[in-house]
């Protein structure tokens, strides 16, 4: 790699005020590296107690400032390699996640190893790593974006599977340079979250960054060698899914040249709907910050369809 931003770069926020902690050019297969913390999980499972937390919770690492990237414009952020550290945690926090009444208010926090036979979910159950981002995000164009919920038109945390090695993430652009930031690496997760957690781990993501100039998104999508996936973000969570599935008719009929009637019917027979993770997209009441407000859905094709 050719560049390493260390977790001291982690923020909990996106903002187009953050200064860079790196410039780089795009489009020159450059890679770089951002380095994630789990700093606040190790606290919750020393303390049980979300009031002793001095650890940034949720922190995303950078900004990475890309030249010559404008509003308007779009960044392809291709994931190459995710590599975790010795360990994961698995955490049960009151009021948060589908789990949250039959788990109770007492806080439920283990230590996960991981090694090459995999990750150590339970005494009897290794599961394969399956390594992901789950915050990804460029900065909106005045005020910050939570690093925790809601997800944005310009990411954040989304808690996506396919944020892995091998996808391609496509970001919209607000602000002058993008100011991409990454963070929320997590070990394994179950398609949903049901958790709101995951199997969070400590880890580092190698990523190379080009510029797609005058690709206006208003919401990121993910490309991975078999599907494109479009990100759904909306409250109740049918307009989520409304939305993304009309950005992916889009991509059939604007972007390709299809009919109307052909999108519609192939979207019909093998366009997929499915919940992503479950940061919602309203901001949530300041009394339950845990609580999701809509959902966050993604839309799968097959690039084989095309």
């Known amino acids: 790699?050719?560049?390493?931003?260390?977790?001291?770069?982690g923020k909990g926020h996106f903002s187009p005020d953050e200064p860079p902690a790196l410039r780089i050019a795009p489009g020159t297969g450059e890679r770089i590296a951002f380095e994630?913390?789990?700093?606040?999980?190790?606290?919750?499972?020393e303390y049980k107690?979300?009031?002793r937390l001095t650890a940034q919770i949720n922190p995303v690492t950078g900004p990475l400032y890309v030249e010559g990237a404008q509003p308007g414009d779009t960044l392809a952020v291709t994931i190459h390699e995710i590599r975790l550290k010795e360990h994961g945690w698995s955490v049960s926090l009151p009021g948060s996640g589908a789990l949250q009444h039959v788990m109770g208010d007492e806080m439920f926090t283990r230590l996960v190893p991981i090694d090459a036979d995999g990750v150590h979910v339970t005494d009897r159950h290794v599961f394969p790593a399956r390594p992901m981002i789950g915050c990804i995000g460029t900065a909106?164009?005045?005020?910050?974006?939570?690093?925790?919920?809601?997800?944005?038109?310009q990411g954040g945390n989304m808690d996506?599977?396919?944020?892995?090695?091998?996808s391609v993430v496509y970001l919209p652009v607000a602000v002058e340079g993008a100011l991409l930031s990454i963070g929320d690496i997590h070990a394994i997760m179950a398609e949903g979250e049901s958790s709101f957690v995951a199997i969070e781990a400590e880890g580092v993501a190698v990523v190379s960054v080009d510029l797609v100039p005058g690709m206006a998104l208003r919401a990121p999508r993910v490309e991975t060698p078999d599907e494109w996936i479009f990100v759904g973000l909306g409250d109740p969570v049918q307009e989520s899914i409304r939305r993304g599935y009309e950005d992916?008719?889009?991509?059939?009929?604007n972007d390709h040249g299809w009919d109307k009637g052909d999108a519609f019917a192939v979207l019909s027979a093998v366009g997929h709907s499915r919940l992503g993770g479950p940061t919602g997209s309203g901001d949530p009441?300041?009394?339950?910050?845990?609580?999701?407000?809509?959902?966050?859905t993604i839309h799968r094709l097959s690039k084989s369809v095309l």
Do not use: W
């Open 1 to 9: 790699m050719e560049h390493f931003l260390d977790k001291t770069y």
């Open 36 to 45: 994630t913390s789990d700093a606040v999980y190790a606290q919750l499972h």
């Open 49 to 51: 107690d979300m009031a």
């Open 140 to 153: 909106p164009a005045e005020g910050s974006n939570s690093t925790i919920m809601p997800s944005y038109g």
């Open 160 to 166: 996506l599977t396919d944020c892995r090695p091998g």
């Open 248 to 253: 992916l008719f889009g991509f059939l009929v």
């Open 285 to 296: 009441d300041p009394l339950h910050p845990f609580a999701a407000v809509g959902a966050v």
